[in-house]
C-alpha cells in the first residue's frame, strides 16, 4: 500500500511540474522581448538631375557636350534592430545600403576628355514607426527619421588635349572625399504575421537630398532628390 501511495502521489507531483512548465513556458512566450531584428532587400531608385546638373558646368572654356546616365536602379537593402514601446510605437536603426549608380559625360574645349561615374551611397537611419493593426495577421505602419549617409563619388577617363604636349596625363581617375551627412526619410509599408515572433514586411523607404548642389566634377559630386528603396522583409522578434 505504501508503495502505491508513493507511486500515486509521484505522479502527482510529475502532473503538476508538468502543468507548471507549461505555464511557465506560455508566460514567458507571452512576455517577448521588446527587442527585435530584420533584414530586407529590394531595388533602390535614385531621381537625379543629372542632365540639369551637368549643365551647369557648360560654361566657359570646357563646355560639356554630352551626358548620360548610365542606370539610376540598383540592388539595395537594410538591417533592422527596432525596440517596440507599445504595439503601436516602436524605434528603429537601420544599416541601409543603396548600391550604385554611373554616368557619363565629355565637355570639349581645348581639346575633348571624357569622363566615367560612379554614385554610392549607404549609411544609418534612425526612425520612429507608427504600426496600426488591420487584423490577426496584417498591419500597416509609416515611420520618419533621418538618414546620416556615407556618399561616394569617383570618377575615371581619358583626355584628349588640343596642344601637345600637355601637362595633363592621357588617364583621368578621380575619387572626390566621402560626403557625410544627415537628411530626413520617411516610409510607408504593410506586415504580415506569419507567427507570433516572425512577419514579412513589404515597404517603400524614402531618403531625401542626399550629395551635393554642384555638378559631378572635381569640385563637387551630384546631388541626388531622393533615393528611394522599394523592399521585401523579414523580422524576427526575441
Known amino acids: ?57 557648360s560654361t566657359g572654356s570646357l563646355p560639356v557636350t554630352r551626358a548620360s546616365l548610365k542606370e539610376d536602379t540598383d540592388t539595395g537593402y537594410k538591417l533592422t534592430l527596432g525596440y517596440q514601446f507599445t504595439s503601436n510605437i516602436a524605434v528603429e536603426l537601420d544599416y541601409v545600403d543603396l548600391g ?15 569622363r566615367d561615374a560612379t554614385y554610392k551611397v549607404s549609411g544609418f537611419n534612425l526612425s520612429g514607426v507608427f504600426l496600426q493593426p488591420v487584423n490577426e495577421q496584417f498591419s500597416v505602419y509609416a515611420r520618419a527619421g533621418m538618414l546620416y549617409s556615407k556618399y ?60 551635393n548642389v554642384i555638378a559631378p566634377t572635381e569640385t563637387g559630386n551630384g546631388k541626388f532628390d531622393n533615393v528611394d528603396l522599394y523592399s521585401l522583409g523579414i523580422v524576427f522578434k526575441f
Not at 500515486?8 to 517577448?32: K, P, T, Y
Not at 570618377?155 to 583621368?172: D, L, R, T, V, W
Request: no cysteine; net charge positive; hydrophobic share 35%.
Open 152 to 211: 561616394r563619388y569617383s570618377e575615371s577617363g581619358e583626355n584628349f588635349p588640343a596642344f601637345n604636349p600637355s601637362p595633363e596625363p592621357p588617364i583621368h581617375s578621380f575619387s572626390a572625399p566621402d560626403l557625410k551627412r544627415a537628411k530626413f526619410s520617411y516610409g510607408l509599408g504593410v506586415g504580415y504575421k506569419v507567427t507570433p515572433a516572425i512577419s514579412l514586411r513589404l515597404g517603400v523607404d524614402r531618403y531625401t537630398e542626399i550629395g
Open 100 to 114: 550604385k549608380i554611373g554616368s557619363s559625360y565629355e565637355f570639349n574645349g581645348f581639346g575633348r576628355y571624357t
Open 1 to 57: 500500500m505504501k508503495s502505491t501511495s508513493q507511486h500515486r502521489l509521484a505522479g502527482h507531483f510529475v502532473r503538476l511540474a508538468l502543468v507548471s512548465a507549461v505555464g511557465l513556458a506560455g508566460n514567458a512566450f507571452a512576455q517577448q522581448s521588446p527587442f527585435y531584428i530584420g533584414a530586407a532587400i529590394g531595388s533602390s531608385q535614385y531621381e537625379f538631375d543629372f542632365r540639369g546638373q551637368v549643365r551647369e558646368l
